[in-house]
Nanobody, 122 residues
């Protein structure tokens, strides 16, 4: 069984910064792409940033230049540094693992964390 656990959310003032972390645990051999999504009240979940196992990154246009996604493959952990946060970015942020190769050699898809709340408000 694989679990993703996010941390690092909280309350921050507009213009402030937060760093989110997501640690994957369980019977993991390797993880392919990992990403961060967010869902604001009344809105659909949207991709914020993603990173492949080789380090190639992809960002939503709205966060380019302000957010940075990174990962530590040895720790099965993905991070997202968020700078210059805006009130409209208040949302629950979710970590996703696109596919995981387990120690047993099986390929499993689409794991999600429980989400961490980010609130940007003065």
């Amino acid at each position: 069984q694989v679990q993703l656990v996010e941390s690092g959310g909280g309350l921050v003032q507009p213009g402030g910064s937060l760093r989110l972390s997501c640690a994957a645990s369980g019977s993991i051999f390797s993880i392919n792409a990992m990403g961060w999504y967010r869902q604001a009240p009344g809105k659909e979940r949207e991709l914020v940033a993603a990173i492949t196992s080789g380090g190639r990154t992809n960002y939503a246009d709205s966060v380019k230049g302000r957010f940075t996604i990174s990962r530590d493959n040895a720790k099965n952990t993905v991070y997202m540094q968020m700078n210059s946060l805006k009130p409209e970015e208040t949302a629950v942020y979710y970590c996703n693992a696109e596919s995981i190769t387990t120690v047993a050699g099986t390929l499993e898809y689409d794991y999600w964390g429980q989400g961490t709340q980010v609130t940007v408000s003065s």
